[in-house]
């Protein structure tokens, strides 16, 4: 089976690509596939910091389209899968290094020749040339969103862009939902952003203070197996793969669920 | 119900739809008035339409996005 190009992307800044880009990357190279990111963030790369790969970088994605290296040189394995894979952003450059007929290429290079299972690319904020050059070789978009007015107002923007582009039927993220907001009526719920923005839903991600922890680390929550949201992120990989997974139940963080957690309930 | 009782997220709700309707058809708040009034005329001329509770939204459907205008009648319920 051919493998598939998944860009990661969302309009606005700040709500969580790159640490989905991480986490889905990590969750699919733990169901034992061969797994590349794409930090398409030229400027302003962090999926290496987010992946604690920072210290490995020598070659990056402008060195390989420029030819100054070859891929597998640029690819950095990560330390805890062999079959993980990050293609860093070059950090001096910036978004019109890289054209999308090349970020073509170069994902057909890594489906075909170094046999990828997943490419996934983590794209910039915006919609100028680093967001049309991170869907430009996407099989399938998966757009992260939070429940404020503006992160989903730009998601919707996104799914016009995409959909002019061809590629059909993105599916959503909605991150750092908090239960207790919700529940009090102060947060936009799952199925209030879904009838809106009238796409398929892949995962629900709720606020964790373990995100900042992990990223603090360089560890990936997918990796933490208490973390509701490393929960989350390993859901929505098998859901890419193609199980039928439900949606996770939203715990609430009140005082109930805090003395269970303490005495060891949950 | 007042409005400082109303849920922040309902607020938040209706807001976004209002910016996205016009994010949808590309118009300015102006433009969109615009057409409502004229629309609003066109009817006038053979239904009584109360322009008083108009709704007026543009969904993505499947394949397409629509704009699904509401108007109801006078006197009807």
């Known amino acids: 089976m051919a493998g598939k ?12 690509k790159t640490t989905s880009s991480a986490n889905i990357g990590t969750a699919l190279a733990m169901q034992g596939n061969r797994v590349c990111l794409i930090d398409a963030d030229i400027g ?28 597998e040189q640029a690819m950095i394995r990560d330390k805890r899968y062999d079959g993980l894979y990050l293609l860093p952003a070059a950090q001096t450059r ?18 075909e020749e170094m046999e990828m299972d997943y490419v996934i690319v983590d794209s910039p904020a915006g919609i100028e040339q680093g967001f049309k050059n991170a869907i430009a070789g996407a099989d399938r978009a998966i757009i992260v ?18 959909e002019a582009e061809g590629l059909r039927d993105p599916e959503v993220i909605i991150n750092r939902i908090r239960a207790d907001m919700v529940d009090r009526g102060d947060m936009m719920g799952i199925e209030d ?7 398929d839903l892949i995962g629900i991600v709720p606020e964790d203070e373990g995100i ?19 929960e989350a992120y390993r859901n929505i990989a098998r859901r890419i793969m193609g199980e039928d ?20 309930l949950s | 119900m007042k409005s400082e009782d109303k849920k922040s997220k309902s607020v938040a709700k209706e807001r976004l739809q209002f910016v996205l309707v016009q994010d949808r058809v590309k118009l300015t708040p102006e433009e969109m008035d615009a057409m409502r009034d004229e629309l609003i005329e066109v009817l006038s001329k053979y239904i009584d339409v109360d322009s008083q509770k108009i709704e007026m939204d543009v969904k993505r459907e499947d394949d397409m996005t629509a704009l699904v205008a509401n108007f109801p009648l006078k006197g009807s319920k």
Request: aromatic share 4%.
């Open chain 1, 193 to 199: 952003m879904i009838e809106i923005l009238a796409i």
């Open chain 1, 44 to 71: 302003l790369r962090n999926l290496d910091v987010v992946m604690g790969l920072e210290n490995r970088i020598v070659y990056d994605i402008v060195d390989v389209v420029e030819n100054n290296c070859r891929l």
């Open chain 1, 94 to 111: 910036d978004k019109t290094s890289v054209t999308p007929f090349q970020m073509k290429e170069l994902v057909g290079d890594l489906k």
């Open chain 1, 5 to 16: 190009t998944i860009v990661i992307t969302s309009g606005k800044g700040g709500v969580g």
């Open chain 1, 245 to 264: 997974l439900p949606m996770m139940k939203l715990e609430k963080d009140n005082f109930i669920t805090r003395f269970k957690k303490l005495v060891g």
């Open chain 1, 145 to 162: 969103t939070t429940p404020e007015i503006s992160a989903v107002r730009d998601a919707d923007r996104i799914i016009g862009l995409l």
């Open chain 1, 212 to 230: 900042v922890v992990s990223t603090n680390k360089g560890e990936p929550i997918a990796l933490n197996d208490k973390a509701k949201a490393g």
